[in-house]
């Protein structure tokens, strides 16, 4: 990967992202790494997700791209007809998310532990670190959390 900084190419922002009753308006995206966004989810028939994770190197490597598996523990379901897709690692759920209307995706099921990042969805909550979500809405181009990577 060359720039960490630079979004994908296939990348659209979405115009509302509903995550466990939270919105994040205006193409903000979930969390920011030091300006990067290693999760991404953009406009398209059904979501579509990149999501970068650490390898045993410490470098950021592309678990999936554009809704598409890169890593062979990581299952993907695709429903063009539902404009849906299901996100699974063994036997659980990673992801869930919806495309409800154009430029709208709700996903009401998320758990990315298994991946690296404390973030979870709790009874309709969205726990990312030690913070709390709940029936916020935010807007913004940029991150509803920044965090800044050890060095």
């Known amino acids: 990967m060359e720039n960490k900084n630079k979004l994908p190419e296939n990348y659209k922002p979405l115009d509302e992202l509903n995550i466990c009753s939270n919105k994040l308006l205006g193409g903000a995206k979930l969390l920011g790494i030091d300006d990067f966004a290693p ?10 997700i990149w999501i970068f994770g650490k390898n ?11 809704s598409v598996s890169m890593h062979p523990a990581i299952q ?5 007809i539902n404009r849906e897709i299901i996100i699974g690692i063994q036997n659980s759920i990673v992801l869930k998310g919806k495309m409800i209307s154009n430029k709208i995706c709700e996903v009401n099921t998320i758990d990315l532990r298994q991946i690296g990042f404390e973030i979870y969805d709790k009874e309709k909550k ?3 670190a030690n913070s709390t979500f709940s029936g916020n809405t935010f807007q913004s181009n940029g991150f509803l959390v920044g965090m800044s990577e050890k060095k």
């Open 39 to 48: 999760i991404l989810i953009g406009d398209g028939i059904i979501p579509l």
């Open 56 to 66: 045993q190197n410490n470098e950021w490597v592309e678990l999936i791209k554009e």
């Open 76 to 80: 993907i379901i695709n429903d063009k």
């Open 126 to 128: 969205l726990n990312i």
